[in-house]
């Protein structure tokens, strides 16, 4: 089994940055990466859950179109960690942000993360 620790969120100011990171731990077997892809789901109240942004271990990258220019991911394999270094916030990047976890599927991934609380006030 596989366990996600996030950490980071907190309330800001719109235009402000916040940094959420996240680290896995469990039976990671190291010759069979079952966390290669590592990310941030979000949830804003009333609204579905989206993607934020993906990286795998060979570091290619994905981002919603909300976020591009302002979010970055980053990840160190070494120690399963994954970072969201978030500029520019504005008060629609209000959301619980969950970390994620799987070989390679994004759309349904097997691991998720408790959920931190970012709150952007305007």
């Known amino acids: 089994q596989v366990q996600l620790a996030e950490s980071g969120g907190g309330l800001v100011q719109a235009g402000g940055s916040l940094r959420l990171s996240c680290t896995a731990s469990?039976?990671?077997?190291?010759?069979?990466?079952?966390?290669?892809?590592m990310g941030w789901y979000r949830q804003a109240p009333g609204k579905q859950r989206e993607l934020v942004a993906v990286?795998?271990?060979?570091?290619?990258?994905t981002y919603a179109d909300s976020v591009m220019g302002r979010f970055t991911i980053s990840r160190d394999n070494a120690r399963n960690t994954v970072w969201l270094q978030m500029n520019i916030l504005k008060p629609e990047d209000t959301a619980v942000y969950y970390c994620?976890?799987?070989?390679?599927?994004?759309?349904?991934?097997?691991?998720w993360g408790q959920g931190t609380q970012v709150t952007v006030s305007s």
């Open positions: 994620i976890a799987d070989r390679y599927d994004t759309r349904y991934p097997r691991y």
């Open positions: 469990g039976n990671i077997p190291t010759n069979y990466n079952i966390v290669d892809t």
């Open positions: 990286i795998s271990s060979a570091a290619n990258s």
